[in-house]
């Protein structure tokens, strides 16, 4: 198992990637405290982890310091120890669009949610990591901090690529202390909400022309790559933008 016994704190694990990581953090032994807002959906996660898991919901809005740093104390309370952060929470309201039309009041909401709250992450986790001898930090990018989206989206766009900035710096002041922090670049991932707004054929034709596979990641896909930098498999990987995409940024001209 890959990640036996190791301690994983996932944030946003009550739906998507983060649902999708839990689910495979627990099939390769990991010990969870899964993170969200959404207890009803932290609980169905729950029920799909396998038997036997040890994990706990803790309900943290990840954009306030108080709430973050208790979620940290209690994993290192319940378990004795911290080895991967999963910095995965975060928000894309439909209010968020072109620089000219998105108000200060939903920028700050993303930047505080998307860029804060991996910062929060990161400040209350390195030390209690440090503790336990180092681990790994995995901190949610975007494909869209590497190219500009096509459907404008600002704050989010902006949220992103700051978190691929802090990530790097980050990865390079405490290489030497034992923590790695890499940080996870998806491309657009199939799920309810995406699927309805897809619905329409033009509407899903437009989409896929932009990704070379020809459809969209599953969450599944992403956790695979989500266990990988989790694991001692990855133990060179550090300051990467490890790019999951189906080949989106890789793309100038895309087969019909």
């Not at 036997?52 to 290192?76: I, L, Q």
């Not at 766009?157 to 978190?163: C, M, N, P, R």
């Amino acid at each position: 198992m890959r990640l036996k016994d190791k301690v994983a704190i996932i944030t946003g694990a009550g739906s998507g990637i983060g649902r999708q990581s839990a689910i495979r953090f627990a099939e390769e032994g990991a010990k969870l405290i899964l993170a969200d807002l959404n207890k009803n959906g932290v609980r169905e996660t729950i029920e799909q982890l396998v038997a036997g898991t040890e994990a706990e919901f803790v309900a943290v809005d990840v954009s306030k310091a108080a709430e973050v740093r208790a979620m940290v104390e209690h994993a290192e309370t319940r378990f004795g120890r911290l080895d991967v952060m999963f910095n995965n929470a975060g928000i894309m309201p439909d209010a968020d669009s072109s620089v000219i039309h998105t108000s200060e009041d939903v920028w700050d909401l993303v930047i505080n949610v998307n860029l804060k709250g991996v910062f929060l992450g990161c400040q209350y986790g390195i030390p209690t990591m440090l503790k336990s001898g180092g681990g790994s930090i995995i901190n949610v990018a975007s494909f869209v901090a590497l190219m500009g989206a096509a459907t404008p989206q600002i704050a989010y766009t902006a949220s992103k690529g700051g978190v691929l900035s802090m990530t790097r710096e980050i990865a390079v002041e405490f290489a030497r202390q034992g923590i790695r922090a890499n940080a996870l670049c998806p491309g657009p991932v199939r799920t309810p909400l995406l699927e309805e707004l897809l619905s329409e054929s033009k509407a899903r034709a437009r989409r896929m022309v932009h990704i070379p596979m020809g459809r969209l990641a599953e969450g599944q896909e992403i956790a695979n790559a989500v266990v990988f930098l989790a694991s001692d498999e990855s133990s060179y990987v550090n300051g990467a933008t490890f790019v999951v995409d189906g080949g989106i940024t890789a793309a100038y001209v895309t087969p019909e």
